[in-house]
């Protein structure tokens, strides 16, 4: 589909061209189909103008030869593509500051833009994370901590079948979800102290269904590290659209590259156009 068809739409204004600060729209290098120069091609040359960032999604890249990774990393660049590691080679991290700027300097030599650090996954000392941003960002690269939610099963509203008006006594809430949030908040404000670019939030139990959305939590998210400061996963369409119809164009997501041209669609239907035609009635009926 030509970009120059979506230009004639009137989107928001405050939705800005690349490079984005914020609205920005991230992608994982397609990781259950079969790698391919060609595929990568196709998805910059199709829907580049709306993808912001590539991230290498799956440790198994790190098993791919170094030319191949400076090889999409140079695609990505030449259509206004930033790179963000992801979790590429992050149980190759060493977990000593002496070691990892070893493994900054090898990222940046491969032409990373961002790297990211998995406050989960590395398991190391609150202190010692702070010192790794740090050390990224002194080689001029960009750093995003990526920290997960944990709650409950019991926290998400029950569903399921009842009579009409039957009264369905409410469960209290464990406060166990409240202290995890509250802790993942304060330890995210010392990694923006610290000139964190961003903060990745996994949560994908949080916001894996848009009918029963935590958007208590996601609030206090928000509300606490700023919109722009933020980007969440959004595994399906549902979910996107409750992001941006909750938080405006502006929210940042991370999501499937199959989903781009749907997204952005979603983040320009607040003008009241319909865009549906576009693609056919079958591209929006996951939101109908």
């Not at 940042?252 to 003008?271: A, K, P, Q, T, Y």
Request: net charge negative; hydrophobic share 35%.
């Amino acid at each position: 589909m030509a970009a120059s068809l979506w230009k004639s739409y009137e989107f928001n204004e405050d939705r800005p061209v690349k490079p984005r600060r914020f609205g920005v729209t991230e992608i994982p290098i397609p990781s259950f189909t079969p790698f391919s120069h060609d595929l990568l091609q196709d998805i910059f040359e199709s829907r580049g103008d709306y993808v912001d960032g590539l991230k290498f999604s799956g440790g198994s890249y790190s098993l791919m030869p170094k030319a191949t990774i400076k090889q999409v990393i140079d695609l990505a660049h030449q259509h206004g593509v930033y790179v963000s590691t992801g979790d590429w080679a992050e149980h190759m991290i060493p977990k000593t500051p002496s070691g990892f700027k070893e493994y900054v300097e090898e990222c940046k030599h491969l032409g990373f833009d961002t790297i990211e650090l998995n406050a989960g996954s590395l398991g190391i000392p609150e202190e010692t994370f702070l010192i790794f941003v740090r050390l990224v960002k002194s080689s001029g690269l960009k750093a995003r901590p990526h920290f997960q939610v944990k709650f409950n099963e019991s926290d998400i509203p029950k569903g399921g079948d009842r009579a009409f008006g039957a009264y369905i006594p409410p469960e209290p809430r464990s406060s166990e979800f409240v202290e995890d949030v509250d802790l993942l908040i304060r330890r995210a404000e010392r990694c923006l102290k610290e000139d964190a670019d961003m903060i990745m939030i996994d949560a994908d139990g949080v916001s894996k269904h848009a009918h029963n959305m935590r958007g208590d939590i996601v609030a206090k998210i928000i509300g606490r590290l700023g919109l722009e400061k933020t980007m969440f996963e959004a595994s399906n369409q549902r979910i996107s659209e409750w992001f941006i119809k909750q938080y405006s164009p502006k929210v940042n997501l991370f999501i499937d590259h199959s989903h781009v041209l749907d997204v952005e669609c979603i983040r320009g239907r607040n003008s009241g156009s319909n865009h549906a035609f576009v693609f056919g009635p079958s591209s929006f009926s996951v939101l109908k």
